[in-house]
């Protein structure tokens, strides 16, 4: 699964990517700084469940630090997008493209409404922040619809003479877009098309299934960023305003100045968490004093910089994500090697058992017997779906 932080030029995508993901890609106070597409891994907080068997954990993909594993999310950093981007306006199409693996959105905008549509810096309040986030929507479905609609009529004619069903014809043009059957399914329902006659779909019609296709498989998230900018009652109207689109204030800047930090040993601090200390305030020059100082006063303002908080609203509300560990040993919940909560993987709420042993390995999901519930011992069949925190043990025919 990937996440997709987008958004209009210069509002900070960035420096929240460089913040989730501690890589050190270009951040500059003008627009199209990005010009091509940056992939890192971030990573979302859960309890690990490794002090029900005395842990500590050892594990393989992510790390866990004073009780809270860290599960990796790859992430995707796309140039900006300007009004037109699905005509190729700025730097267009090609971007919007990069933007197809993606599961969800999360939308970076600058809260303080001190950046063009372009891109270009202004004074705070000279543009509505929450604009930008009905702008991103009609771009996103202009794309979808465009992709849809090619060679349409042709496709649905061929379609309509054999009697096939549309769901086909939609699945054949949407590949690619992480857009499931069941994506499809959902969109359909909500949108009173004529599902015999695809052919005889108007525009305006694709633009409506397009519209809802986004909205059941594509989730997004607003950041409302460089909230140092603004207050909380501004932020707090903007987010009245779009919903039900949910949406959490963030300052980009501060958290990766407090990773930063934290990477140089600096300061203590857990990201996500409300507070910092200094290691050793004799260490820090003036600049350096002067800028967590005001990070201080940020982090007293809003609770702490929102940017942890608003890449896990998106994966677990927009994304509805669950992480399930898988063992070995079912009784001390180790690997073959004998390493406690060696993995853990994000999956969708409701997966089947057997969904997850395909999803750790193909051999698992083929020779799939049963899966058994490492905190209760009870037998878990194929279809049976797991629980958010779940230890499970998959046994195969051989
Ligand atoms: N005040 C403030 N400035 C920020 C914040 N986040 C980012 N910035 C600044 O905004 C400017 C643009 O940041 P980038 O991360 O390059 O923005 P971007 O959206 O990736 O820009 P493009 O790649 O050009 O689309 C830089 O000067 C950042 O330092 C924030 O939370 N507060
Ligand atoms: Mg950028």
Redesign the pocket.
Known sequence: MEVGVV?K???????LFNALTLLDVP????????LKPNRGVAAVRVLCPHAERGGPCTPGNAKCVDGVRWVPVSLI?V??LVPGAHEGKGLGHEFLDELRGASGFLQ?VDGAGATAPD?VPATPGSFDPAEEVAWLDEELVAWVTEILSRDFVRLSKSIELVGGPVEELLQSRLTGLSITPGHIAAALRETPVDRAHPARWTDAERRELARALLRTSKPRWVAW?????TTPEKVAELSERIAPIGSTP?????ELTLRKAQRADLVRYVPGAGSFELVDADRLNAGQRRALDEIRTILKTWGSTGVQAAFERLVFDGLHQIVVYPVEDEQKWTDSKGRLLPDAFLVPVGTPARAFAYRIHTDLGENFLKAVDARTHRALAAEHPLESGAVVRIVTRR
């Open positions: 958004g030029p210069n509002v900070g995508k960035s420096t951040v500059a106070p003008y627009p199209f700084t990005t950093d140039p900006g970076i891109g960023n460089k909230a140092d900018r963030t300052s980009a800047e501060a």
